[in-house]
């Protein structure tokens, strides 16, 4: 069952700019996971919510998580060139991780 | 210092052949993951071993057997490939809890079955 869902599907942006992720799930979880991928690499961690926390902030990334509303977002400030990646949320279900299909995020300098 | 390798990085096989992908992790998890990326992006587990052992099977052809010789390797076999085993395919390791914790993913194997 797909457990994330992102949108937007694309997003493209100036560098200097702010972007915004979101990601709807469907069942109760104990964390959400946010992981980049740069092409024909594989996926780096970036930050892990708990169903506990409402926002958390790592460098110039803010992650919030609405657990009534089953959605998160990841915020990435004064975007840089070198943030163009694809960017998917991932959240636990029956012992393993969802992953949705991602945003792919283009910066342009 | 490689935390999670992967070999090789591209496969280009006929139809009907049978390869191997390997894995290794040095960062003493004690969990080891194969997932299938589709040309889509979408990513979805196929298995997962803790200690050797197999814990997770998704519903995946018995063509493709992974093997654990030890808690640092997770290698993937697929007997008589088929044209739809074209994606790349990543190896991730994790502490016990894997869902509660991070993941880390090799760089992926792109096969291409012709």
């Known amino acids: 069952s797909q457990q994330g869902e992102e949108d937007p599907q694309a997003l493209s942006i100036q560098e200097g700019e702010n972007a915004t992720m979101n990601c709807s799930y469907k069942?109760?979880?104990?964390?959400l996971q946010w992981y980049r991928q740069n092409s024909g690499r594989g996926l780096v961690h970036l930050i892990l919510?708990?169903?506990?926390?409402r926002e958390k902030h790592s460098g110039r990334l803010r992650v919030t998580l609405d657990t009534s509303k089953k959605s998160s977002s990841l915020l990435i400030t004064a975007s840089r060139a070198a943030d163009t990646a694809s960017y998917f949320c991932?959240?636990?279900?029956?012992?393993?991780?969802?992953f949705g299909q991602g945003t792919t995020l283009q910066v342009k300098p | 210092d490689t935390a999670v390798s992967q070999t090789p990085k591209y496969l280009v096989t006929q139809m009907g052949n049978d390869k191997s992908i390997k894995c290794e992790q040095n960062?003493?998890?004690?969990?080891m993951y194969w997932y299938k990326q589709d040309s889509k992006k979408f990513l979805k587990i196929m298995f997962s071993?803790?200690?050797?052992?197999?814990?997770i099977n998704e519903t995946v052809p018995n063509r493709f057997s992974p093997k654990s010789p030890d808690k640092a390797h997770l290698n993937l076999h697929i007997n008589s490939l088929e044209l739809g085993d074209s994606a790349v395919y990543f190896c991730?390791?994790?502490?016990?809890?894997?869902?509660?914790?991070?993941?880390?993913f090799g760089p992926g194997t792109r096969l291409t079955v012709l």
């Open positions: 069942t109760s979880i104990n964390n």
């Open positions: 960062l003493g998890h004690d969990t």
């Open positions: 991730a390791s994790s502490h016990l809890g894997g869902t509660l914790n991070e993941q880390f």
């Open positions: 919510i708990r169903s506990n926390e």
């Open positions: 071993y803790n200690n050797k052992e197999l814990i």
């Open positions: 991932a959240t636990p279900e029956s012992g393993k991780l969802i």
